[in-house]
């Protein structure tokens, strides 16, 4: 699978699309801790919800999504609104070909310019591919939970890495997404 790959903010058509790569993922895996699948319509509404301040994109390649990464709060303590988790899920025919790190690279570069000062990925181990992608982008593992998760009838760590953003000494406050997304289209970092 070698094609063009573009990666645009998510919208609510995007969200069928989002469903179907994510649904086996929690299914099938215990990379996602969720137990049940969202449907289609709860996927919307996180989308919807993301874009308020944070990004939420899609990769698109030939003629469907292969993949997508959102950011959201880390912590809900108001000392941590300059710090994001981060997430990004391709398509299983289209790993290994590009998708995630264009997906990561547009999200890491919003971000950064938001004024986020670091973002964090929590990986569900063992999970080398997703652990060689954090690292190649830049993402410097801080340490594991052990057996924090239970899923498919087993104990499972989380290791979580962290990345920094936008080193400022005295922070902003960082930029909502949705009120500055023409910005991102603009710097030619999301297509349209």
């Given at each position: ?110 971000l950064e310019m938001q ?78």
């Amino acid at each position: 699978m070698r094609h063009a790959v573009s990666v645009r903010t998510a919208v609510d058509d995007d969200a069928s699309a989002i469903q179907s790569i994510y649904a086996p993922i929690v299914r099938e895996t215990a990379i996602s801790f969720e137990d049940v699948p969202p449907n289609a319509a709860e996927m919307r509404e996180r989308i919807r919800s993301t874009v308020v301040a944070y990004p939420f994109l899609v990769s698109a390649a030939g003629d469907g999504i292969v993949g997508y990464a959102y950011a959201g709060p880390h912590r809900v303590r108001a000392a941590y609104r300059w710090s994001v988790d981060v997430s990004v899920y391709v398509a299983s025919p289209a790993r290994r070909h590009g998708v995630g790190r264009a997906l990561y690279a547009a999200l890491l570069t919003i971000l950064e310019m938001q004024g986020f000062h670091a973002a964090f990925a929590g990986i569900a181990l063992p999970n080398p591919g997703s652990i060689a992608l954090h690292e190649a982008l830049g993402f410097t593992p801080l340490g594991v939970y052990r057996e924090v998760g239970f899923k498919r009838g087993h104990w499972h760590d989380v290791g979580w890495w962290r990345r920094p953003l936008h080193e400022c000494a005295t922070p902003s406050e960082p930029l909502p997404f949705f009120a500055h997304r023409g910005r991102f289209v603009a710097a030619k970092i999301l297509t349209t």
